[in-house]
Antibody, heavy 122, light 110 residues
Framework: QVQLQESGPGLVKPSETLSLTCAVS?????????WGWIRQPPGKGLEWIGN???????YYNPSLKSRVTISVDTSTNHFSLNLNSVTAADTAVYYC???????????????WGQGTLVTVSS | QSALTQPASVSGSPGQSITISCTGT?????????VSWYQQHPGKAPKLMIYECSKRPSGVSNRFSGSKSGNTASLTISGLQAEDEADYYC??????????FGGGTKVTVL
């Protein structure tokens, strides 16, 4: 059974960098699939942040692209999210997920982590 | 890339059918049969309910069905049950290897 678990600081100061890691168990990242990050501000809807392939190929939400970096470490079977220059608007529950592709389109989030709340505040 | 448009809320009585709409554009929903739907209960992670507009993953009840016409996708829940009360989000491929979510619809079982 594929399981994902997010980890990282729950509180980040404005203008600093938000860094989260997603540990994957039950499946080897190097075997394939895209892996993604999605966030949800409190009381609001879902927002796609970006996807990464096991080879390191990345795709980002254009609205966040200038501030986001997603990376993968196949040796430890985890992938990571860095979001710089954060503001209060980045306060959200951050989810990691395995992304299932339809043909060459990585679009379906089939396995999700439980999510981790990150608050941006001084 | 813009968010897809969903009604804020939909309600129905047990046993009834309800339909949630998801309106996009010719750049996303209208151009690709790559719409998915997610169910989210409070405090929980979303769950994939429909993919490729109308297909159900293994284990998802056949009371959930999806369709698409033009720039609008729809999710229908038939035989509404108390456990169906949740938030529902549509999602579509939006070109250039990006995806977009809808704003979400709160389903209330009366």
């Amino acid at each position: 059974q594929v399981q994902l678990q997010e980890s990282g600081p729950g509180l980040v100061k404005p203008s600093e960098t938000l860094s989260l890691t997603c540990a994957v168990s039950g499946y080897s990242i190097s075997s394939g699939y895209y892996w993604g990050w999605i966030r949800q501000p409190p009381g609001k809807g879902l927002e796609w942040i970006g996807n990464i392939y096991h080879s390191g190929t990345t795709y980002y939400n254009p609205s966040l692209k200038s501030r986001v970096t997603i990376s993968v470490d196949t040796s430890t079977n985890h992938f990571s999210l860095n979001l710089n220059s954060v503001t209060a608007a980045d306060t959200a529950v951050y989810y990691c997920a395995r992304v299932w592709s339809s043909g060459s389109y990585a679009v379906y989030f089939e396995y999700w982590g439980q999510g981790t709340l990150v608050t941006v505040s001084s | 890339q813009s968010a897809l448009t969903q009604p804020a809320s939909v309600s129905g009585s047990p046993g009834q059918s309800i339909t949630i709409s998801c309106t996009g554009t010719s750049s996303d929903v209208g151009s690709y049969n790559l719409v998915s739907w997610y169910q989210q209960h409070p405090g929980k992670a979303p769950k994939l309910m429909i993919y490729e507009c109308s297909k159900r993953p293994s284990g998802v009840s056949n009371r959930f069905s999806g369709s698409k016409s033009g720039n609008t996708a729809s999710l229908t829940i038939s035989g509404l049950q108390a456990e169906d009360e949740a938030d529902y989000y549509c999602c579509s491929y939006a070109g250039s290897n990006t995806v977009a979510f809808g704003g979400g619809t709160k389903v209330t079982v009366l």
